[in-house]
C-alpha cells in the first residue's frame, strides 16, 4: 500500500512486482485483498489506492 501512496499515476503489476519484496502469487493475492476491502481501485490492468486510504498513508 506504502508504493501505491506514493505513485500520483495508476500503476501496472509489473511496476508493483519490480520492488521484489513479494513473490508474484503473494502480490497478487494482497492486490486481490485490497481490492475485495475497496481500499484499492482496479482499472483494467491499472491499480492505485483510493483516496483516504492514500491520504492517511502518507500522513504516516
Not at 501512496?5 to 486481490?32: C, G, H, W, Y
Amino acid at each position: 500500500m506504502s508504493l501505491l501512496a506514493t505513485e500520483n499515476q495508476p500503476v501496472n503489476f509489473a511496476k508493483l512486482l519490480q520492488n521484489r519484496q513479494i513473490s508474484s502469487s503473494d502480490l497478487l493475492n494482497a492486490l486481490q485483498s485490497l481490492s475485495r476491502r475497496c481500499l484499492i481501485e482496479k482499472q483494467e490492468s491499472l491499480y492505485t489506492l483510493s483516496p483516504v486510504p492514500k491520504q492517511y498513508i502518507k500522513g504516516l
